[in-house]
């Protein structure tokens, strides 16, 4: 095939030959004009759009119990652990069965009502990747329990999930957060805070930035250092 240069404004002759059977047919000159050719316009880079609160669809609703809406300082305080954590993967329910101890207050109050049998809980558990401690300490990766009465009421966890966590530890090295929900923060990819359920008392820190938004809880936590 002979190509000449767009400069000369000639056309472009293909010679192609065509097989019929077992017979050659002769060469077919077809004469192409020279343009220029454009690539298709690449698809919108998700990364590059910027994130939002509707972005993480509110939480349902926690019926069997009745919660005060915390304050980011309530957070700080309440956790012995805060961390910056990726979502590894959602791990099974474990079925737990309760028994009073013998001869306590829970036990007797049992028996005077009736409630023999022992109580079934079911706890939900996701584990982590530690990306950055700020409060306490925490290995990687690590096991968060989602306590019997938020189960089904916290976010849809999705592994490589980026999320902020205030965490209590249990003398059982247990990590439960420190609320049933408002205490979950998501991490947007444009490093942006979004939190899980939006309070009046948490609306403001709504798309505020991680690097800000950590400063602020280490000006909360060396603040509550100093009472």
Known sequence: MKRTTP??????????PLVVGSAVAVALAVPLALTHYVAPAAPP???????????????????????FPSTLADQV???????????????PDRVNTYVPEPGSAEEQINQKIGNTAPIIITLGAVQFTTNDVLKGTVSSPF???????????????????????????????TFYSVSLQDAYWYVAKDQKIYPAVVTDKLKEYSGKGLGPFKSEINQIKNALKKK
């Open 77 to 91: 305080e309440w956790a012995d652990v805060i961390v910056d954590a990726t979502v590894v993967q959602v791990l």
């Open 143 to 173: 096991t968060m329990t989602i306590s019997d009465l938020a189960k089904g009421c916290v976010p849809d966890w999705q592994p490589g999930d980026r999320m902020l966590l205030f965490l209590t530890a249990d003398t059982d090295g």
């Open 7 to 16: 400069q000369t404004g000639a056309h472009l002759r293909v010679v192609i």
């Open 45 to 67: 880079n998700q990364s590059d759009v910027p994130s939002s609160q509707s972005d993480y669809p509110a939480l349902a609703d926690i019926r069997t119990v009745s919660s």
